[in-house]
């Protein structure tokens, strides 16, 4: 089920839509559709990896936010060099 | 012998530095529902969730029965580290997380919990590996963890002390 979403946008927003709608052969609309849903699986993930590095979720916890498996999540995790979120004192505190 | 109970990160790095074969020295491997679904999630894509999946055929990793029904999960943790740490309080047995939210939820519960690295310090100390051996798996896990210099430079400290026999 689909619904309707009105948004103003500024002429020059639209008429880049349109410019590299053309480049895709897509029409505007399938073009925004697929910015918008790439965007936010990114803004997903830009939360969820903001809210672990400030150590107010867990790992586990970022994947669900993230929507994407925790497999995918620690990859993502080396391949932007984003250090595990225990500190000296978590491990101070265990041995 | 312990239960282990490991959550799905610790289980992952575990088996990305391919010692997960030798945690059942340690203890028997045992994990949630919840944490099952998230290993063998995306087997084609990855090659960690097709081994993981092999141990859980052949029930070289066990899957707990156990539901957390109805109750409700903090909001800083996932669903499976709540059911692991709520399974280690039902059954008396030993949370494995390398997660810093995890690992503080399961101390505010009375818990003892372990990381990746502490797995690695008992099968040190218990001679399950030598210290070259840790030398070696402990640097992959520091490298895939992107642990921070201090750290290292703790569990480094640590394996040493056990090596010269001080701890």
């Known amino acids: ?95 | 012998m312990d239960i282990f109970i490991y959550d799905a990160c610790s289980l992952i790095y575990l088996t990305k530095i391919n010692i997960k074969e030798k945690l059942v020295f340690l203890g028997s491997v045992k994990i949630c529902k919840s944490v099952k679904n998230e290993l063998t999630s995306e087997l084609e894509k990855f090659s960690d969730a097709r081994r993981l999946k092999e141990n859980l055929d052949k029930n070289i990793i066990e899957v707990s029965r156990y539901k957390t029904k109805g109750r409700r999960i903090p909001g800083n943790i996932g669903k499976g580290e709540y059911e692991s740490i709520a399974l280690c309080l039902e059954i008396d047995a030993l949370f494995v997380t390398d997660d810093h939210q995890a690992l503080n939820v399961a101390l505010n519960t009375g818990l003892k919990p372990k990381t990746s690295e502490i797995i690695l310090i008992d099968l040190l100390k218990k001679k399950i590996i030598n210290y070259e051996s840790f030398k070696v798996y402990f640097l992959e896990l520091a490298q895939i963890k992107s642990l921070k210099p201090e750290i290292v430079l703790f569990f480094n400290e640590k394996a040493r002390e056990i090596e010269n026999n001080e701890i």
Not at chain 1, 5 to 26: P, Q, S, V, Y
Not at chain 1, 78 to 94: E, F, H
């Open chain 1, 1 to 95: 089920m689909t619904k309707q979403m009105n948004l103003r946008l500024d002429e020059e927003l639209i008429e880049e839509f349109e410019e590299l709608a053309k480049t895709e052969n897509l029409d505007r609309s399938s073009l925004i559709k697929k910015i918008l849903i790439e965007g936010l699986q990114q803004e997903r993930l830009n939360i969820a990896i903001k809210k672990y590095v400030l150590q107010e979720i867990s790992i586990e916890r970022a994947s669900e936010i993230a929507k994407i498996s925790i497999h995918e999540l620690i990859a993502k995790f080396s391949q932007l060099g984003i250090p595990s979120n225990l500190t000296l004192d978590d491990y101070q505190k265990l041995i």
